[in-house]
């Protein structure tokens, strides 16, 4: 039921449409001459006053505006640019500077550590002396108490001998026999007792 | 009046009747609006070229972004020789931009929308860019009409045809802009009527119709403002660069 009044008020209105089309007389208004010359003259005017307006006053101040942000901004940039440059420049510099001192300080301890090293090489070698020197008279001394030793303990023993027999027998004896014999037993045991 | 469609294109005397001599240059409701939107325009560019801060503000960068349009529609179409006919160009597209745009707001009147207004501005340019061309080349402009690369049996006709192509420039011109201008809001103008004549029930498909045409017509509103304005420097371009 609804549905039919709906496709009802439907159709007759586009039939109500069809006759108000229908009915318009006039036409494009587009087309009535009435009015062409009043809206020549007035576009003229208008459009004349927007053109000079715009083209004097407006757009040489909007093209400027645009002008000076486009410079101000390279301006800055450059600016910019030229402070990053500044502070690479300096960067290098603290950097050579740094390297510099680096160098310098391997250089002195490099120094320091050769005259160290020379130092400690003189003294060693002073020492080294000494110490040969004093070994070499260890060594004359052993050698002369080593060559010494045998005439000693022959005299030692030919003594000691004398005074045994003496003690024992009484008499006196030649104390050059008593060496020819003791001479005679070292020489038989010197092998035994230095090892040579 | 207000179920016919075409009433709205209607132009009526506001104020007395002026006659000079056997013309009427009557102030119409067409002409309050061409004043509207001139002032509009002037109102918007000169607010917004007023101070030059570093950050624009909302109106400024209106300002300096359709400036920078419109900069660029020329040097792509035109080249850098049409420098001297930006002012026009800019008048113009912001001209028929904002009347377009002004028609769009309902109970007023759409500029754009008449023949003679169109038909003025279009003929306007052909006959100045026609200048240009023969100020430029002499009457090597008439090389236009000679395209290279011809055979010569067909040239008769490929001339006949450049120079009737070449004479219709400002009435296709004038004819888009005013016949999109035109069909645009009468659509809208049926789409309403049929909104109000089915009423609560079935008024709403003709309502929705209505927003979606508002939308389109806002757009075609502006795109043919852009199409005005850049055939123009194409045919500037023809007048500056005679490379055909």
Not at chain 1, 20 to 46: C, D, H, K, R, Y
Not at chain 2, 113 to 142: E, N, Q, R
């Amino acid at each position: 039921m609804i549905k039919k009044i709906f496709f009802q008020l439907v159709f007759f209105n586009f039939l109500f449409v069809g006759k108000v089309f229908s009915a318009e007389s006039g036409g494009m208004p587009q087309l009535n001459p009435e009015f062409w010359f009043s809206q020549i003259f007035w576009l003229s005017i208008t459009f004349g006053i927007l053109y000079i307006v715009l083209s004097k006053l407006i757009l040489p101040k909007i093209s400027s505006n645009l002008e000076q942000r486009k410079s101000q901004i390279s301006d800055n940039i450059e600016a910019a640019d030229k402070q990053r440059e500044a502070s690479e420049t300096k960067l290098k510099e603290y950097d050579e500077i740094i390297l510099k001192s680096k160098n310098e300080a391997k250089n002195i301890y490099n120094q320091a550590r050769e005259k160290a090293i020379k130092d400690i090489n003189v003294k060693k070698e002073i020492l080294d002396k000494q110490i040969e020197e004093e070994i070499k008279k260890a060594e004359d001394e052993i050698s002369e108490l080593k060559q010494g030793a045998p005439e000693k303990i022959t005299k030692i023993a030919i003594e000691t001998s004398s005074e045994l027999i003496q003690k024992l027998i009484g008499n006196e004896i030649n104390n050059s026999s008593i060496s020819a014999i003791v001479d005679d037993l070292s020489k038989k045991n010197r092998s035994k007792y230095y090892g040579n | 009046m207000a179920a016919n469609p075409m009433s709205q294109f209607e132009v009526y005397r506001i104020g007395p009747e002026i006659k000079v001599g056997a013309f009427d240059i009557s102030f119409t409701n067409a002409s309050l609006f061409m004043v509207i939107s001139s002032l509009a325009i002037l109102i918007i560019f000169n607010l917004g070229s007023k101070k030059n801060s570093l950050l624009p503000n909302k109106l400024q960068l209106l300002t300096e972004l359709s400036y920078n349009f419109v900069s660029k529609m020329i040097g792509d179409t035109a080249g850098s020789k049409a420098r001297p006919y930006f002012a026009f160009i800019f008048s113009l597209f912001m001209f028929v931009l904002f009347c377009n745009m002004f028609g769009m707001i309902p109970y007023t009147f759409t500029v754009t929308s008449h023949i003679i207004v169109t038909f003025m501005l279009a003929t306007f340019i052909f006959i100045g860019v026609t200048i240009i061309g023969f100020i430029k080349h002499g009457f090597g402009y008439l090389k236009l009409f000679v395209p290279s690369g011809v055979p010569i049996v067909l040239l008769p006709l490929i001339v006949v045809i450049e120079i009737i192509s070449y004479l219709s420039r400002p009435i296709s011109l004038s004819v888009r802009l005013f016949a999109n201008m035109m069909a645009g809001h009468t659509m809208m103008k049926v789409f309403g009527g049929f909104v109000i004549s089915l009423g609560i029930v079935g008024g709403w498909l003709p309502l929705s119709f209505s927003v979606a045409l508002t939308g389109l017509e806002i757009l075609v509103a502006f795109l043919q403002a852009y199409v005005f304005a850049i055939l123009t420097c194409i045919y500037l371009n023809d007048a500056l660069n005679l490379h055909h």
